[in-house]
């Protein structure tokens, strides 16, 4: 089994004092260790969640491991578009400039179910609510460049269980076809990796890397949908890591890089891949960046219909396409 890859160890000793990083779905696996790291290298993070409860919970933890910087909570549910503007009106009220946005939440192989408003409930959740609060949040962003967003994909963009990735405009909220989980898992992480791709294009010139990444086949709480997570984590765990199954920590250097590294620069709209499981095999020990193997994931095309149906599915104007915008 390949070794993971991993960040280079100047790149997390680099001093972030007064820089301020949104990580969504930072009380959990990657998200929170992406918090850890970055309030011990000194910056603001706000730590985004759905449970606020345990979002706390998790601030006092990292907080008594003795960070350099400081952790906010707050309270922010992607299946829902109130919640979103919600959470966003309150970022910039609180702070002018955000300097990277982690795009990190996200929900695997659900039974079926709806958002707030409707949408098939991973479509919703891992993209249309990420694709709103980038928009709400990039007047801050702007502000801040040069700045950062890093869209948490997956390898199963290319192939979920024997589901090519692929978006289905005609009906992505599996309303007129029968439903299946893992299909839905990779037409929103085909949407992840193309949602940066267009973000990419579109900011170009403005200082704003758009990337996305693949953090690994990491042992994090993801399962829980489908599986009990001990199972994963006491009972398999020796035999999954036999097997590919990486640890947090080192499931998150992939989007640590994608934050830090000042070579991502030269890659607008690439994709950062940890170790992963693609149908070309010759993909597997990933790469920084990685050519993914889904043809679709290279369709420009395909990004700007889809940022065409997001913003008419969360009732967001066209943009004018101007080098600015
Ligand atoms: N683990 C892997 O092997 C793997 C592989 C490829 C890609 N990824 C991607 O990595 C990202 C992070 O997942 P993880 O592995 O760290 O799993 P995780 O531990 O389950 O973390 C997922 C996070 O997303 C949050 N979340 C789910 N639905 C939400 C909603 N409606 N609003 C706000 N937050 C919500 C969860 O909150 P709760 O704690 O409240 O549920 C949790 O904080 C995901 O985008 C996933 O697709 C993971």
């Not at 930072?26 to 309030?39: D, E, P, W």
């Not at 829902?80 to 695997?108: K, P, T």
């Not at 993801?222 to 997570?229: D, E, G, I, T, Y």
């Not at 891949?273 to 010759?282: C, E, I």
């Amino acid at each position: 089994m390949p070794k993971p890859l991993m960040c280079p160890e100047s790149l997390l000793q680099t001093d972030l004092s007064g820089r301020v990083y949104v990580v969504t779905g930072g009380n959990s696996g990657i998200g929170r260790v992406t918090v850890a790291q970055l309030a011990r290298q000194g910056a603001h993070v706000v730590l985004a969640c759905r449970r606020p409860a345990e979002g706390e919970r998790v601030r006092a933890e990292l907080l008594a491991e003795g960070q350099r910087g400081s952790i906010e909570v707050a309270a922010l549910d992607l299946a829902s578009l109130e919640s979103v503007r919600d959470f966003a009106a309150g970022i910039r009220e609180r702070h002018a400039q955000v300097h990277g946005l982690v795009n990190n939440a996200g929900v695997m192989n659900t039974p079926m179910g709806r958002t707030r408003e409707g949408f098939e409930t991973q479509f919703g959740t891992n993209h249309l609510g990420h694709f709103l609060l980038t928009e709400e949040l990039l007047p801050c962003i702007r502000a801040a460049a040069p700045a950062r967003i890093v869209n948490v994909s997956s390898c199963y963009h290319d192939m979920a269980q024997g589901r090519p990735g692929r978006i289905d405009f005609e009906d992505p909220n599996f309303a007129r076809r029968p439903y299946d989980g893992w299909a839905a898992y990779a037409q929103s992480k085909l949407a992840n990796l193309l949602h940066a791709r267009h973000l990419a294009r579109r900011l170009e010139g403005s200082g704003i890397s758009a990337v996305s990444v693949h953090p690994g086949w990491v042992r994090t709480a993801l399962v829980k949908s489908f599986a009990p997570v001990w199972f994963q984590d006491v009972l398999f765990r020796p035999l999954l890591r036999l097997v590919g199954m990486i640890e947090p920590w080192e499931g998150t250097q992939v989007t640590l890089y994608a934050l830090l590294a000042a070579e991502v620069e030269a890659h607008p709209g690439a994709f950062f891949s940890q170790l992963g499981m693609y149908r070309d095999a010759r993909a597997n020990a990933g790469g920084l960046p990685l050519h993914s193997p889904n043809p679709e994931a290279h369709d420009d095309a395909a990004a700007e219909r889809l940022d065409a149906l997001s913003r008419q599915l969360v009732g967001l104007d066209a943009v004018v396409p101007t080098p600015a915008t």
